[in-house]
Each structure stands twice: as structure tokens, then as C-alpha cells.
């Protein structure tokens, strides 16, 4: 195998893929925004090499600024892996843009397959749909991988913010009625690294942790964790929590596609969020 680009390196999900791909001894390489910006053709092709196989991690992720910020969000999510697609095709490499649960509408009742209905309601979601068909068009080798509530457990993730709270305030409300599978970004970044050494991988996969929460199980969970009363989590709607950007009310991708091509499923969440959890305490 050439050499494994990540872009996006410095972000939450770029960092994960360098330290489990150096774990493994893999040939990652990772470009932050400052050494390759994926909207500009010249940058790319200075990272990119024949046979390498580029993973994505570049993107505009301010879901409640991407409102009122269009333009960016599609420079960065839909012409950045336009681009990215194009130099790949030049160049023979691969390509694996990761992509979101955002681009459903969020009415499904049970798991999203890969190929049921797009949908998305927020700016967010149209830029990295539109991101999806630019690869697809483009670079028909190319995978687009689809994952939904990463977190690492540090920053300012769901459950690094959780376990700020628990330190700082004796109850805390989340919402309940929002439903995925949180999901553990060095277990995505290890399912990105086998896909990257799979020959001929599909054209669109859903990778996430195992089985289904809502917010707050998820953060009773982490309470529980960390040994503290998960019944000072309260349990509020997303009506009483209003956001610029919707929300998905139901965010479970079905991993049947991924399974089904022969890749190693990733373990049930709770499993995940007990190693994370020993990480970051
Ligand atoms: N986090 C989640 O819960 C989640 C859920 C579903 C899907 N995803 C997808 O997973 C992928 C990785 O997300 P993440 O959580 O790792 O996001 P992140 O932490 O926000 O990292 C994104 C990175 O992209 C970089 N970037 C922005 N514009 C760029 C450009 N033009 N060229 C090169 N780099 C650029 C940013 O660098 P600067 O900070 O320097 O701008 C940042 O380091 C994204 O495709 C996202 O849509 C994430």
C-alpha cells in the first residue's frame, strides 16, 4: 500500500487516525489546515501521491455557525472533496471522505441503510451531502464513510462536557429525545485504517459503535462511569434546548453495509465509552 494522507489532521478525528495508524505501523501521514487546505487543487496535489489512498477529515463542522455561514461550510464540504476527488483521480489514489448521519432528515424509526433516502435540513447536512455526490461523480473509487456522535472524551466533546459537569454542578439537563449511537473515534479511525487496506470497498458505508441512546443515556453512562449518581442527569426535550440547527431525532445508521462487505464491526458503545472513560480519568 502507498502512503495513508489525513487531511484535517489536527481536528478530533484526523488525530485519532495518526495515533491509531502509528499504533498499527501504518504509513499515515497527516496535513493540518495550515500544511494542506483541501479546497486548493495545488495544496492537494503536493500531499498526494500515486497509489496513496487520502483520508478526509477536513470539513466545516460548526453545525449552528454553517446556518448562517453557508458559503463556508460549502467551500469546505462540498468543494473541498470535489477537489480532493479530482487530484485523486489524476494521480490514481484512493479516496475516503467521511461524511455524516446529518445527511438524513431524521424520521427514520429504524436504521439508516446506505442507500435509504437523503434528506438533510440544515446547512451542515446539504454541505456534506453535496460533498458525497462531488466524490461519487468524480472518483467512482471512492468511499464515502458515513459515522454520527464522535466523541473522544476530551475538548469540548459531548462527553468531555459531560464530565466537566459532573465535576462542576450537581445536576445537569440533556436531551432524550434525540436517538444514535454514540461513538468512539479511535474505534471509527481503526474501521477507516481497514477500509483503507481493503481492495474494492463500497461506494457509500455507515461505521458506528454499536446499538442505539439517547443524550442523556449517554450521559447517564458517563456519570455511571466515572462512579457518580447518574440520576443527576435530567432528562429535558429539544424543545426545551432550541439550537440555530435542528437537531436529527433519530441518528442510527445500520452498520449492515460494512458488515456485509467482510470489515470488522465496531463494538457495542458502552464498551467503547468504558475504555474512553479510563482514558480521560
Ligand atoms: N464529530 C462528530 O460527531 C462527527 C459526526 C459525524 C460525522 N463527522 C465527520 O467526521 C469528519 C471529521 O470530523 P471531526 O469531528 O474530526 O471535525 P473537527 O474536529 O472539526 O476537525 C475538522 C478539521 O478540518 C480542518 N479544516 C477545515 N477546513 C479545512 C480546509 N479547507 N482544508 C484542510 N483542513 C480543513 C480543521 O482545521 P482548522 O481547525 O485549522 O480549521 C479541523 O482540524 C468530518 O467530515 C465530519 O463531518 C463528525
Redesign the pocket.
Known amino acids: 500500500m502507498g502512503s495513508i494522507v489525513i487531511?484535517?489532521?489536527?481536528?478530533?478525528?484526523?488525530q485519532q487516525l495518526l495515533r491509531v495508524g502509528a499504533d498499527q505501523s501504518l504509513p499515515v501521514v497527516g496535513?493540518?489546515?495550515?500544511t494542506?487546505?483541501?479546497?486548493d487543487a495545488e495544496s492537494v496535489r503536493k500531499a498526494v501521491t500515486p497509489g496513496s489512498v487520502v483520508i478526509?477529515?477536513?470539513?466545516?463542522?460548526?453545525v449552528d455557525n454553517a446556518e448562517t455561514d453557508e458559503a463556508a461550510a460549502f467551500?469546505?464540504?462540498e468543494a473541498?472533496p470535489r477537489t480532493l476527488a479530482t487530484v485523486c483521480a489524476e494521480l490514481d489514489a484512493r479516496l475516503i471522505?467521511?461524511?455524516?448521519?446529518?445527511v438524513f432528515d431524521g424520521t427514520a424509526t429504524s436504521p439508516y441503510e446506505t442507500d435509504h433516502a437523503t434528506g438533510p435540513v440544515t446547512v451542515y447536512g446539504r454541505s456534506?451531502l453535496a460533498g458525497e455526490l462531488a466524490v461519487h461523480e468524480i472518483l467512482p473509487t471512492a468511499s464515502v464513510v458515513?459515522?454520527?456522535?464522535?466523541?473522544t472524551g476530551s475538548g469540548s466533546?459531548f462527553v468531555s462536557t459531560m464530565l466537566r459537569l459532573e465535576r462542576e454542578r450537581d445536576t445537569v439537563s440533556v436531551v432524550d429525545d434525540q436517538i444514535g449511537s454514540p461513538?468512539y473515534?479511535a474505534d471509527v479511525a481503526a474501521g477507516l485504517l481497514e477500509l483503507a487496506a481493503y481492495p474494492a470497498p463500497p461506494a457509500t458505508l455507515h461505521l458506528t459503535n454499536a446499538g442505539q441512546a439517547s443524550w442523556f443515556d449517554l450521559a447517564r453512562a458517563v456519570f455511571e462511569g466515572v462512579g457518580a449518581d447518574p440520576d443527576r442527569v435530567l432528562p429535558v426535550t429539544s424543545a426545551e434546548f432550541v439550537r440555530p440547527a435542528p437537531r436529527p431525532a433519530y441518528s442510527v445508521l445500520s452498520g449492515a453495509a460494512w458488515a456485509n462487505a467482510g470489515l470488522t464491526p465496531l463494538r457495542p458503545w458502552r464498551d467503547a465509552l468504558a475504555v474512553a472513560l479510563a482514558k480521560c480519568t
Do not use: E, H, M, P
Open positions: 487531511t484535517g489532521a489536527k481536528g478530533q478525528l484526523g496535513f493540518d489546515s495550515a494542506l487546505d483541501i479546497t478526509n477529515c477536513a470539513a466545516y463542522t460548526a467551500s469546505v464540504n473541498g471522505q467521511v461524511s455524516t448521519d446529518y456534506k458515513r459515522t454520527a456522535w464522535v466523541y466533546d461513538t473515534s
